[in-house]
């Protein structure tokens, strides 16, 4: 469940039905990921999307029918044959969307779930099943405690004890053997970990800036420098926290305490030997660390960098150690200011993280996401309405 607008979250507590549709299945070029959820409120105000603008109009029209009968419904949009008449995705890309619709009495839990929040929480929801009346039913697990449920408790079962291998979101496919044959059940699983940790060291201009990306792209961020003068709430009010502290003292406490994992993400940006040399040390060394953090990155000159890495060397680090370090920090995008040069630190991280290469889309070839055939439609259960509601249109 991705964080909510506050707009929605606030009809929400006021008690006016929304209407959620969520991205559940996608198929070659998609445009958005499952997940992307667009939401339609009764007045007709429109947050979010789903295509990036290609069947938002027609999702609309189901979001108003579900809120008026309350039936969750699925549909499915591929490439249209003309696409100048017809609802389709111009990316040649499938995707399912499913919409249901959410007010207090039906998803009391939606607050803690969609707001920003750093606690983990998984939800799990029927989109497609062979018993009508189990289409829109919702699992939540939340700090080991399980709410709600698929509609049997073997099903509740399976998917709790899938839940460890799952990570992100997906959509699986249940049977359960009965007597009068099987349940075919389809399940939309939304997992929210706890929010990735970026640490940012060096409570100087850009770190602002950085810290600014960081929150954007979903990051709990916390800036650290051991001046009092400089890391101070006033001037870091878009971080999760600001410390006061040596940045290796930190560094090092919050992993032995076990609060940073693989996809944790260190930004040095102090570039002082005092600071940046016994925290680089402990960051680029496998010691200690049981996932080793998805990013390290210091600020600096080719000049700074060299005079780090050979005192680094000098003491014992190898090249191998030192080859785990980005820096200088960022992708050359010829920045200036404080705030591009975080775009371009920002954007190292994305490229990091997906195994991009930075080069302009137009220097490229072929398809510019790679296909994921994990969620590829194949052999679908009939589409089946929501509970009560008549399998008539």
Not at 136 to 142: D, H, K, S
Request: proline fraction near 5%; aromatic fraction near 6%; glycine fraction near 10%.
């Amino acid at each position: 469940m991705n964080v909510v607008d506050k707009a929605i979250l606030q009809r929400w507590l006021r008690g006016e039905p929304i209407a959620a549709a969520t991205v559940v299945r996608t198929s070659n070029s998609a445009p958005l990921p499952a997940g992307a959820t667009m939401y339609l409120t009764q007045s007709g105000t429109v947050v979010g999307g789903v295509s990036g603008g290609c069947v938002e109009a027609a999702v609309c029209e189901i979001a108003t029918l579900v809120l008026d009968d309350g039936c969750p419904r699925i549909e499915r949009f591929g490439i249209a044959d003309d696409a100048a008449f017809e609802v389709g995705l111009t990316c040649g890309g499938t995707i399912e969307v499913f919409v249901q619709r959410i007010d207090r009495d039906s998803f009391p839990e939606f607050f803690q779930v969609a707001s920003r929040s750093h606690e983990p929480v998984t939800v799990a929801t029927v989109v497609r099943s062979s018993v009508s009346d189990r289409v829109g039913l919702r699992l939540l697990v939340r700090d080991d405690q399980v709410t709600g449920s698929l509609g049997t408790p073997a099903l509740d079962s399976r998917v709790v004890d899938e839940l460890s291998s799952i990570d992100g979101t997906t959509l699986r496919r249940y049977h359960i053997e009965k007597e009068s044959g099987d349940e075919v059940t389809e399940v939309f699983i939304s997992v929210r970990r706890c929010a990735p940790r970026m640490i940012v060291f060096g409570a100087v201009d850009f770190a602002a800036a950085v810290a600014g990306i960081g929150s954007f792209l979903g990051y709990h961020v916390t800036v650290c420098d051991a001046r009092p003068t400089f890391a101070t709430s006033e001037r870091f009010s878009i971080a999760d926290d600001v410390v006061v502290q040596w940045p290796h003292r930190y560094l090092q406490a919050e992993r032995d305490a076990g609060r940073l994992d693989g996809r944790t993400v260190l930004v040095a940006l102090t570039h002082d030997a005092k600071f940046d040399i016994p925290l680089l040390r402990i960051a680029l060394r496998s010691e200690g660390w049981l996932q080793r953090p998805a990013y390290v990155g210091a600020l600096g000159s080719r000049r700074t960098h060299a005079d780090r890495c050979a005192r680094l060397r000098e003491m014992g680090m190898t090249d191998q150690e030192l080859g785990l370090l980005r820096a200088p920090i960022g992708l050359n995008l010829r920045a200036v200011t404080a705030e591009e040069t975080a775009v371009s630190i920002a954007a190292e991280i994305i490229a990091h993280r997906y195994g991009g290469d930075g080069r302009a889309l137009t220097s490229t070839m072929g398809a510019i996401h790679p296909v994921d055939t994990r969620n590829a439609p194949a052999g679908l259960v009939p589409t089946s309405p929501g509970p009560g509601c008549s399998t008539d249109s």
